[in-house]
């Protein structure tokens, strides 16, 4: 337990680091929704190419929704490099709130937007805390197309 970091403290303005890196936010936003489009691209190829009467695919996207939060978190708190609870849980409320607005939107059912919103926020902490903590070889890879 003395290696993973939830919290790394630096002096404000010491270090030359921000309190708050909008990029990173943007870039955990840009993976999330990219994984999004490619499973939804892989399940409309499934559609495509079998011949079933009906599909339930209400649970596979709803997955889909959790897990694109996840790994866009993990994006952020590996490009934030400190505080990445901050930046995941960011990252995981901005993209409920704008799946629940893009659903409102396009009039599609959505069971409850608060209760997805505040599940998405809290594997967002998850994934930051994950994220920040990525060996610094694999963060290297993530940093590598961050807009910063």
Not at 39 to 60: D, E, I, K, W
């Amino acid at each position: 337990m003395s290696k993973l970091t939830f919290v790394r403290w630096t002096k404000y303005g010491g270090s030359g680091e921000k309190m708050f890196k909008k990029g990173a936010v943007g870039a955990g936003l840009v993976r999330g929704f990219s994984v999004m489009l490619a499973v939804f691209f892989m399940l409309g190829f499934v559609v495509a190419v079998t011949s079933q009467p009906v599909y339930n695919f209400s649970t596979a996207i709803l997955v889909t929704f959790l897990a694109a939060a996840m790994l866009g978190a993990i994006k952020a708190g590996a490009v934030a490099g400190i505080r990445g609870w901050q930046h995941g849980g960011m990252t995981g409320v901005i993209f409920g709130m704008l799946l629940a607005l893009m659903g409102f939107a396009l009039g599609l059912p959505i069971c409850d937007p608060v209760l997805i919103t505040a599940a998405m926020g809290a594997l967002g902490i998850i994934g930051g805390i994950i994220g920040v903590n990525l060996p610094r070889s694999k963060r290297r890879l993530l940093r590598r197309n961050a807009f910063m």
